[in-house]
């Protein structure tokens, strides 16, 4: 029992040095509070006294323009969005682009063997025309008698 007595003794000893941290706490505060509300009062006090009028009034039209102009961004950027190809459009057209890439491959495959084919054909075509030009140069063959 008494050594019952001695652990609600010291737990009672740190709940009253808990109760003291505390009260250090909570005045600590309050002198933050009073120091914080102290130097906004100084801060309102020390404004150069100007008309408030006619700042306010021209602040409210520069507001008001910035206003007008944020949202005619924001009506462009809308429309934008609106206006832009979807996600199924642009796969659609890489399709067609690539199909386009392979059919233009294969056109300028076929360019270049009909390049080819038509150098074979002009070459030809130059023999023959000197061929014909070696018959022409000949004399006529004489006729057979009869």
Do not use: C, W
């Amino acid at each position: 029992m008494v050594e019952e007595f001695r652990v609600v003794e010291a737990e009672l000893a740190l709940v009253r040095e808990d109760v003291r941290d505390l009260r250090r706490l909570l005045l600590v505060s309050a002198i933050l509070a009073v120091a914080a509300v102290i130097v906004a009062v100084i801060a309102l006090l020390d404004q150069p006294e100007t008309p408030t009028t006619q700042p306010q009034a021209g602040q409210g039209a520069q507001i008001a323009v910035v206003e007008r102009k944020l949202a005619d961004r924001l009506d462009e950027l809308e429309q934008q969005l609106k206006d832009a190809p979807s996600a199924d459009d642009v796969r659609k057209l890489d399709r067609r682009v690539k199909a386009s890439q392979k059919d233009l491959s294969a056109a300028a495959k076929l360019a270049d063997d009909n390049t080819e084919d038509l150098a074979q054909l002009s070459a030809r075509i130059d023999e023959l025309e000197g061929r014909v030009e070696d018959l022409e140069s000949q004399p006529p063959p004489e006729a057979p008698a009869r």
